[in-house]
């Protein structure tokens, strides 16, 4: 018999990811590989991870997700105006360019600039799917215990080892 979905086994899944109108966002089912994820480590949504748990391989699984097991709501807060003066004097900055901010806590946000002017530059740190109620129809195509040293890392690795 197979194994669950469970916390620390590496689990093989390929999906589609709709918006609310159907539209495709999202896939690896077209000539992809397998996407592999380490089970209860946070690589998936925690709605996606909850609704995994305890299929099997071959499972087929229709997640509806609201915005808020998602993304979240969007956040006007997370648009900030930031000062011209934090970028590289030449930078090419334009309306729709995407870029990643490091803080001062060493994370890394993203986020997609909405305007620019000699002063400051206006970006929007919400996730892009922010806001997004979305579909996934998501087929189990393995699960197998982790390694140890999956575990310790914190995810799966690709055939023949880790390659980070």
Excluded at 59 to 82: C, F, H, M, N, P
Excluded at 98 to 127: C, F, S, W, Y
Excluded at 148 to 155: N, Q, S, T
């Amino acid at each position: 018999m197979s194994q669950p979905v469970a916390a620390g086994k590496v689990v093989g899944i390929y999906y589609t990811l709709k918006g609310p109108n159907g539209q495709v966002i999202d896939t690896n089912r077209k000539g992809g590989k397998p996407l592999a994820y380490l089970h209860g480590k946070g690589t998936l949504l925690p709605s996606v991870e909850k609704g995994l748990e305890g299929k099997v391989k071959n499972d087929y699984v229709q997640l509806s997700l609201t915005a808020e097991q998602g993304y979240g709501a969007r956040r006007e807060d997370l648009i900030r105006k930031l000062d011209r003066s934090m970028f590289q004097a030449g930078q090419e900055l334009a309306p729709g360019m995407r870029m990643n901010r490091r803080m001062p806590d060493g994370r890394v946000l993203g986020a997609v600039i909405l305007a620019v002017d000699e002063k400051q530059v206006t970006v929007d740190e919400n996730h892009p799917l922010a806001g997004v109620p979305l579909e996934f129809e998501i087929t189990i195509c393995g699960v197998r215990d982790a390694t140890a040293e999956e575990l310790e890392h914190g995810h799966a690795h690709g055939a023949g080892g880790h390659h980070h």
